[in-house]
């Protein structure tokens, strides 16, 4: 199928550690996001990388993509205890009436200690 | 705030009942989903709506009904569920189902079977 799976499914660090999470795919993507999720609640967008693009940043957050290897990668830096959460990649699907809808995998659940 | 606001934000019901999940988008979008999201599996597409009209149904089981009266509500009519439906169903909104949209979940409505 087209979603993302995000690896690893839990990380705990410590806190101002950093933190990565990946996520691989199966077909080509016109773009890959990433959303958070606090505990019960909605999911959030963090970002969003075109598959022309290799990284983007966006505060203490990075992502790269790598399309030859249908992979994605997002790095927190210096992570902080508001930091928990989890974090899913969405990849676009094409639906047969020309719509792009986001498809999540099982998200990385980031534990981060004080 | 997202802009999407769910309610109720937790329903509990017996496999007779009937019940209804609202969703409501203050955003001014045209495109609007319902996804249900089950421990350990990835999020689940279940409908989207352009513009009032359906534009997806992911093999969706009859007991789930959608309705979408404008775009700026969405509805989920729930009748006899089974324990395997419990599950957080998440709506979100986009302002179009293109490219590069960004989605904007509410905080869900957690739904328990009995």
């Known amino acids: 199928s087209q979603q993302g799976e995000e690896d690893p499914q839990a990380l705990s660090i410590q806190e101002g550690e950093n933190a990565t999470m990946n996520c691989s795919y199966k077909?080509?993507?016109?773009?890959l996001q990433w959303y958070r999720q606090n505990s019960g609640r909605g999911l959030v967008h963090l970002i969003l990388i075109r598959s022309n693009e290799r990284e983007k940043h966006s505060g203490r957050l990075r992502v790269t993509l790598d399309t030859s290897k249908k992979s994605s990668s997002l790095l927190i830096t210096a992570s902080r205890a508001a930091d928990t959460a989890s974090y899913f990649c969405a990849t676009d699907r094409v639906e047969s009436g020309g719509s792009y809808i986001p498809t999540f995998g099982r998200g990385t659940s980031l534990i981060v200690h004080p | 705030e997202t802009g999407v606001t769910q309610t109720p934000r937790h329903l509990v019901m017996g496999m007779t009942n009937k019940k209804s999940l609202k969703c409501e988008q203050h955003?001014?979008?045209?495109?609007m989903y319902w996804y249900k999201q089950s421990a350990k599996k990835p999020l689940e597409l279940m409908f989207v709506?352009?513009?009032?009209?359906?534009?997806e149904n992911n093999s969706v089981p009859s007991r789930f009904s959608p309705e979408c009266p404008n775009s700026s509500h969405l509805f989920l009519h729930l009748h006899t569920l089974q324990p395997e439906d419990s599950a957080l169903y998440l709506c979100?909104?986009?302002?179009?189902?293109?490219?590069?949209?960004?989605?904007?979940f509410g905080s869900g409505t957690q739904l328990s079977v009995l």
């Open positions: 709506y352009s513009l009032e009209e359906r534009v």
């Open positions: 955003l001014g979008h045209n495109a």
């Open positions: 077909t080509s993507i016109n773009n």
């Open positions: 979100a909104s986009s302002q179009d189902p293109g490219i590069e949209e960004k989605l904007f």
